[in-house]
């Protein structure tokens, strides 16, 4: 099973406990972001009960390049010679997976403990207006 997220993906970051409850510190980005892989992958189930047993994970995320890494003027499309390959910046890969992971839960398998395989990629996206992030979910057997 395999699907596409379109959207800025979120990292799930630290939570802070405030009294009783567990408060993430990026609730408010993080929650859409969640409810769009959610939906994304509910579609992609297609009614299907969730997945029992050992599954695969692959996730790639695809996030913008900043204006910086291109030139200016008549160069402004075009990408500086010492803009990096790869975004070696934050988003942390692990704190982005972890959010996926856990939009998963319930709908693709049951528990994300159920991931013994686990790819996860971070690249900057081809274009610009396209950040996001795609999913493959397979069962091991």
Not at 74 to 96: C, F, G, I, M, T
Not at 107 to 124: E, G, N, R, T, W
Request: charged fraction near 20%.
């Amino acid at each position: 099973m395999r699907f596409d997220v379109h959207g800025l993906p979120i990292a799930q970051g630290s939570k802070r406990v405030i009294g009783k409850a567990v408060i993430e510190s990026n609730q408010a980005k993080l929650k859409p972001w969640r409810q769009d892989v959610a939906g994304a992958a509910v579609a992609a189930m297609n009614g299907s009960s969730p997945y029992s047993g050992p599954v695969s994970v692959k996730v790639m995320f695809f996030l913008p390049r900043p204006k910086s890494h291109y030139g200016t003027g008549r160069n402004s499309e075009h990408l500086k010679s010492a803009a990096p390959v790869a975004p070696a910046v934050k988003p942390d890969v692990d704190k982005l997976t972890r959010a996926v992971l856990d939009a998963l839960t319930g709908i693709v398998f049951h528990d994300d403990s159920q991931v013994v395989d686990l790819y996860a990629h971070k690249v900057y996206a081809e274009y610009a207006n396209y950040p996001g992030c795609m999913v493959e979910v397979r069962r091991v057997v």
